[in-house]
């Protein structure tokens, strides 16, 4: 059973993690209040605009308060983006009427999210015919990288060369994989407080299920332990991409939600 420790670094980890990933000096929305964060870029790229619901609730008003508020300040905003909701921290009569208040709110459900965490870094590359690595250094790498995550989600190029900030990328140790030069994944990590956060992997349909995902996120892990000598790592990722990182050594910390208006 997943601990108390796990869940609140699960959703505490991804909070921090988009509060210093999407770190533009001007964000639309930087919300904090007991309960609730937010990091809203109102970019047109859909993952950088995120709110999380960051504590135990098993009360059913202070629920619904919170989503309200939440609510309140996504509607005025140009762009869409997700609330994050840790389902383990809903408990008590706050869990019974989850749904009716969900629907109450205006919220609907889009996607579960696996938080995965584990203390092992450093790990082991894996060798893949083919694939060669780079680092984003230049421009060129820096639309590429941005490029494979808008086709792996079905976005439009320009929200992720426009929403996803150059200096953001440079901060952080992000790499492309290219096959016969042409770019078929990407990967990054960064430090967050203690632990070495992975995120944005991502691989064109077409390059799917060939062992590049394993191996760039191997790269950028490695890459990310030998600049910070942390041992911890944590991500969030969509169920279908679970079980390249347990393959890598990460175990399931906790089932998080993301809802957007409905």
Not at 1 to 9: P, Y
Not at 88 to 108: H, M, P, R, T, Y
Not at 180 to 205: E, F, G, M, R
């Amino acid at each position: 059973m997943t601990n108390k420790k796990d869940l609140l670094e699960a959703i505490n980890g991804y909070t921090a993690a988009w509060k210093t990933l999407f770190n533009s000096s001007t964000p639309a929305d930087q919300h904090e209040e007991s309960g609730i964060a937010m990091r809203w870029e109102d970019s047109k790229f859909p993952f950088a605009n995120a709110a999380f619901l960051t504590d135990e609730i098993s009360d059913p008003n202070v629920l619904k308060n919170r989503l309200e508020t939440v609510v309140e300040r996504m509607r005025v905003k140009a762009n869409g983006g997700l609330l994050n909701i840790c389902n383990d921290l809903i408990s008590g009569e706050a869990k019974v009427s989850f749904d009716n208040i969900l629907n109450e709110v205006g919220l609907k459900y889009v996607m579960p999210l696996n938080a995965m965490a584990g203390d092992i870094l450093p790990v082991k590359p894996k060798s893949v015919a083919g694939l060669e690595i780079r680092k984003v250094q230049s421009i060129t790498e820096f639309n590429d990288f941005s490029d494979m995550n808008c086709l792996a989600y079905g976005f439009d190029l320009e929200w992720g060369r426009s929403g996803l900030d150059k200096v953001w990328v440079d901060s952080a140790y992000s790499f492309v994989g290219y096959v016969d030069n042409k770019p078929v994944c990407a990967a990054s990590t960064a430090q967050i407080d203690d632990v070495l956060y992975l995120a944005l992997v991502a691989t064109i349909p077409e390059a799917q299920r060939k062992g590049y995902s394993e191996a760039i996120v191997r790269h950028a892990l490695i890459e990310g332990h030998k600049a910070t000598s942390l041992k911890r790592t944590l991500l969030h990722a969509t169920p279908a991409g679970a079980p390249v990182y347990e393959r890598i050594g990460y175990y399931k910390s906790a089932n998080i939600s993301a809802y957007q208006i409905a």
